[in-house]
């Protein structure tokens, strides 16, 4: 670890003065400018401006706004693209010492997906904690996974499995209740509790999804320990009639993925836009190098409907979505108690015999997921904008064993609806100074039928929260503040007699950053926060066997809120060839909530089994992610990505269980060039190295860590002409030498090899019917 | 025209909303917990030559988690052959459920696995089989031999679908457990 940041700290140092080296040029011209889209005249984030003279790029920040400095005078080419929007090429010339401009970029479909290339890229100057993003082919290819399984691809974010089709992201060290996932803006509420309970959401909604790393609780609400996730839907279009069709396969479980999407703006009502989009999905038994895993299938069928309405000063917009699974759980996971476990441990190859099929048995997973939102906006003018949003989710889960229940129905149901609305107010108090004010509610209701794990419970929130940010000339700056009231009851039934508790938590967040533009290439951003988060249910409550992992839990009333405290830093480099990311971070979280193993077996019916206290202590989390890309010759790029870090149980002088192992992924990208049919066509070939985890604790796990392994992938992607579209595809192979391997993080370690060799394959057709 | 979107989007919000997937269930009001199906009691009732000689039982009648199962040393005569009846029950529910009856409805899902500690001298014989002629292990006779002690354990294997459907011994390794218990033996 401390190697590690050595490393790290040297590499950056060494950037600095190759950037400092850098700065020779004695001109001091600026260039400034806001990029704003045509039609909706709203700014323009994120969009790529390129200064062809001096060969520098750089993209626009939140409000649109980009800036070259230290040039000289003279005339410059600078082109400007934009996912969904046309190139566009401006002659600038610098003859004063800074010169203004404003430039809108028209929305064009036949250039949709055009410019986008690979995985991250960061807005500049934006004071918040290190964020990353999946876009592009590298989406289009996790679209065929599953959300979870797609987001390991980025520095810093892994996932904690229960088997082959159940992920759920792990940022910085951190998973489950201390991640939030926003799907199109809106806060998932399901069972996100349970270690096998992935996130209920279709990635084929999404044309970006953004990692947001560290803890930023003001801006999306308490809980967020770890860092936020954002399922980002593209923009409806504002003119015409667009499908999409997508298309994939997956040699590996022999699944496959199909989407239709349809948008539509008619001529003759304006300003209103309508969206549908479904897709189905469906995936046999995987197999790993040596066998298949019997009952590890998977069904499902996802829907979504958005319209958009807009007046001179008034917008509505409707949003519903759906998400229906079935899956399997791989049979010789459910199986009992801690002897069962050990057997399963000791004999090498699953005990039963594997075959393919598609069919899921017993055990298996049922979820419906439902999504609905409005949202009202309304210009005050002058940079103000007062907008409500109210959203109901219904959320149904159910869980079928072998065990022994008395009907055929599920062991496990559990219910939640949730309520909740927001209502906005974004300010601008000067032309340096604007910011978001807001109020936001949530009232939440759990029902539970069959084995009781978690009770019936009602939660009441209520968040109160203010943000400002200030510009100025190299720095911007965010502070914001949040206090958060929760109010919860749970029911028990003992035999007919119904008693309840009640538990009211509140406290506050709040963070402080600042983001420093070091040069036009080179930025530094710090944030400083303090987040909380309310105990969940489970950790209250929980009494029982947990049959996934054959472990009996229990909750323990009295915790209290966790607490972190959390610094990151990071560092970034935006070079012709070379592009680089840094981010450090440090979160120590007070009253840390985790399983505390305890030393005597529970002796039941089915068996001994290990039993787990909730219990708090204080922790400390460190660790580093750094991405860098390097144009070695013009067609040859080489990448790296490293995530380390080290959790710690302070209190008792122990590592924590279930942190991450460090992971190297290095790759090389050869960069054809376009021709009439295609374009960016481009081949790499991509290694990951996960280390063994080192310090593990032994209490708590029933094998010891597995051993650090290598794998190779290949990755292949271009767009074809066809007609007057562009169809984009990508390949990609994972395991590509079928190496026999198990991951720490991977709960079902003790009972299966990770897939083997398996030939991803995507195509992606946009056709515009009506311009 | 304007009037016609707005209200046409609002009514649609509203058909949307209330289209939605309902929760009938009513949290102040929960299940009882008793609901579930629970085995708490494991008992072996012995019998030589058809006349009862003891019963032993295995107790959890707050089934998983809170007091403590109890569990009663067997005690058998040396040298002798008796039978084995095993009483499944979740004594729970009101009238009390009886679940061996279940076990034999379904026997061709089920299977009893018995392991007498080593240097017990006591042998188990299987009395019940199902279709396939595979034991079940309701009913089974033990053979004791000479004085000696050590313990007892009994698995119930639930093994739908895998269970084999050949040989006469079954196989332990499949399915997933559902009782596995395990009692001090003492043979005098």
Known sequence: MYRFLYLSVVCLLSFCNMAWAQKTAGCSFEINGTLLDHST?????????YLQERRLHTLSDEDGNFSFRNLCKGSYLITFF?????TKDTLVSAEQRKTNITVSIPRDSSHQDELVVTGERHDTLTPHASHTSLTGINLDLAKSTSLGEGLKSLPGVYAQQSGVNTYKPVIQGLSGNRILIFNNGVRQEGQQWGTDHAPEIDPLVADEIQVIKGAESVRYGSDALGGVILIKPAPLIDKGLKTELYLSGNSVNRGGVSSVKVDYA??????FSVRAQGSIKQGGNYKTPRYYLNNTGIREYNFSFAAKKSFHRLSLEVYYSQFNTKTGIFAGSHIGNLTDVKRAIETDEPLTPQSFSYQIGKPYQYIEHELAKGEVAYKLGRGQRLSLEVTRQYNYRAEYDNHRTASSGPGLEFKITTYTSTLNWKHRISSRIKGDAGLSGMNQENTVAGRIFIPNFINNTVGLYWIEKLKLERWNWEAGIRYDVRNLKAYFNKSGIITDSSYQYHNYSASLGGAYAISNQQQWNFLLSRAFRSPAVNELFSRGLHHGVAAIENGDGDLVPEVAY??????CIEKSKLRAELNLYANYIENYVYLYPLQELELTVYGAFPSFQYSQTNALLVGGDLSVRYDVLEKIQLACKVSSLSGEDLNNGSPLIYMPPTRIEPSVTYLFK???????????????????KQNAPSDGDYSPPPQGY???????STQVKAGATWITTGLKVNNMLNTVYRD?????RYYHDAPGIGVQLFVKIPLTLIH | MKKIILSSLILSFVLLVSSCKRNDDDAPTPQDQNEEELITTVSLIIKENGVLVDTFSFKDSDGVGGEAPTIEDITLDANKTYTCTLLLLDETKNPVENISEEIEEENDEHQFF???????NLTVNYLDFDDNNVPVGLETELVTGAASSGTFRVVLKHQPGVKPTTGDTGNEALGETDVEVEFDVTIQ
Request: glycine residues 10%; charged residues 10%; aromatic residues 10%.
């Open chain 1, 41 to 49: 005249g709203e700014p323009l984030s994120g969009a790529s401006v």
């Open chain 1, 82 to 86: 934009n996912i969904g929007s046309a």
């Open chain 1, 266 to 271: 008619p001529s003759f009502i304006r300003k």
């Open chain 1, 566 to 571: 959390n610094v990151s830093t990071s560092y």
């Open chain 1, 674 to 692: 376009n021709t009439r049919l295609l374009r960016q066509p481009t081949v790499s070939l991509n290694g990951t190295l996960m280390f063994k």
């Open chain 1, 710 to 716: 290598a794998l190779l992938g290949l990755q292949a």
């Open chain 1, 744 to 748: 720490y993080l991977d709960r079902f």
């Open chain 2, 114 to 120: 018995f392991h007498p500690s080593a240097g017990t």
